[in-house]
């Protein structure tokens, strides 16, 4: 499966749009990350922590949304674009949603 954020493929031809596909994660944030991360943002530093679980998140979107165009038959998605939200009370919650438009090239 090819991704690309660019609205073709280079060399390759779109012979056919198969829709619009989407990948949600929502991810929480637990005890020990939310004090890590407390305690970075007092003494500095980066949250290795928050790093972590943004980069799994983001790995799992793709993958859903290349999941979803592979059962429409598309065998690439192109200009694909990917979002982040913190969700939640305290705002303990990491959503990751990645989209584009499934095809088929040649």
Do not use: C, W
């Amino acid at each position: 499966m090819i991704v690309t954020t660019t609205p073709n493929v280079e060399g390759k031809r779109i012979v056919e749009y198969r829709g619009i596909v989407f990948g949600e994660v929502i991810s929480g944030v637990d005890f020990l990350k939310d004090l890590s991360a407390g305690l970075r943002n007092i003494f500095g530093g980066r949250s290795g922590a928050y790093e972590g679980e943004l980069v799994e998140a983001r790995a799992a979107s793709l993958k859903e949304m290349g999941e979803r165009a592979a059962a429409l038959g598309a065998n690439a998605v192109v200009g694909v674009d990917v979002d982040y939200e913190v969700l939640g009370q305290g705002g303990n919650m990491l959503m990751v949603t990645a989209s584009g438009t499934a095809v088929i090239i040649e």
